[in-house]
């Protein structure tokens, strides 16, 4: 009962908005417009960008949160005096409210006092007027970069605790065979964590296909467009233009996607494990 009040109602009646003209004005009032919603949004150039943006930023975010958890998880799951505390504080970007995150991030994005622009100015990297988040070039590499900032907690935490499952004397043989760091990590420490990256890979694809929040207060999706990923063309389309119908049909296409990268992830599970049992 609590999935059918709660997702599948709103998904069904999403489903028939996307098939009707309806104004945020007039929301009681819809003329049915069967596919013209999806023809208008695939015709325009604006949102062929819009989706290879998404497609960038939530590559990018899941290959740099998870490779970056993975890095640190595998330092914290060494022995080293003070690794408590600093296993404590690698949590600190992931429990701070995403709007803190944005807003710290532009305050140090500023053109004038951030300190991101001094450190590029005293290596000899500014850019031009220090006007990152102005820049169509470095804008969505900042948003990448704040956005990986706050994930790589979460895949850190989770991976360090697949990599303490990891049977410490498999390792250890492997290493008394004469194998390296590497090939131990491949052979022992891998095929243990594998599930676990491919669960992260895909919690943080679907975190990223509807993170709004950083990359509306950070840019709007700005500057011209550059960092407008489907759920901001969504809200604009829906509070801006005041167009309830196109905004549902651009999140169908996010549910779409979605269920895509499922399937593939559900797909590319299944024959790993079907590899292991040969």
């Not at 049915?32 to 949004?41: A, K």
């Not at 960038?56 to 975010?61: E, H, K, L, Q």
């Not at 850019?127 to 804008?139: F, K, Q």
């Given at each position: 009962m609590f999935i059918l009040v709660f997702q599948a109602v709103p998904l069904a009646q999403e489903i028939f908005l996307s098939f009707t003209r309806t104004t945020l004005l007039n929301p009681t009032e819809s003329t049915?417009?069967?596919?013209?919603?999806?023809?208008?949004?695939?015709?325009?150039?604006?949102?062929?960008?819009?989706?290879?943006?998404t497609v960038?930023?939530?590559?990018?975010?899941v290959v740099g949160a998870v490779g970056a958890g993975l890095a640190v998880a595998l330092l914290l799951n060494r022995s080293f005096r003070g690794r408590g505390w600093a296993r404590?504080?690698?949590?600190?970007?992931?429990?701070?409210?995403?709007?803190?995150?944005?807003?710290?991030?532009?305050?140090?994005?500023?053109?004038q006092y951030g300190i991101v622009n001094r450190f590029?100015?005293?290596?000899?990297?500014?850019?031009?007027?220090?006007?990152?988040?102005?820049?169509?070039?470095?804008?969505?590499?900042?948003?990448?970069?704040?956005?990986?900032?706050q994930l790589f907690p979460f895949t850190s935490v989770v991976l360090?605790?697949?990599?303490?499952?990891?049977?410490?004397?498999?390792?250890?043989?492997?290493?008394?065979?004469?194998?390296?760091?590497?090939s131990a990590f491949r052979a022992v420490t891998w095929p243990v964590i594998r599930p676990t990256v491919g669960l992260l890979a895909l919690l943080m694809t679907i975190w990223s296909l509807r993170r709004f929040e950083l990359i509306w207060l950070m840019t709007k999706g700005g500057p011209v467009g550059a960092t407008e990923t489907l759920v901001i063309d969504l809200y604009s389309q829906a509070f801006d233009s005041k167009e309830l119908g196109s905004a549902a049909a651009i999140g169908m296409v996010g549910v779409v996607i979605s269920l895509i990268v499922i399937a593939g992830s559900r797909f590319v599970a299944r024959a790993a494990e079907k590899e292991d049992t040969r």
């Open positions: 049915w417009v069967g596919l013209d919603n999806f023809v208008r949004i695939f015709g325009d150039e604006d949102f062929h960008r819009t989706l290879r943006t960038v930023y939530v590559i990018a975010c404590a504080l690698v949590t600190v970007p992931w429990a701070a409210p995403g709007i803190a995150v944005a807003l710290i991030a532009t305050w140090m994005l500023n053109p590029l100015d005293a290596i000899g990297l500014g850019v031009p007027g220090g006007a990152i988040l102005d820049s169509p070039r470095y804008a969505l590499p900042a948003i990448l970069a704040t956005t990986i900032w360090l605790s697949a990599l303490q499952s990891v049977p410490k004397d498999l390792t250890e043989a492997a290493m008394v065979d004469g194998a390296g760091p590497w």
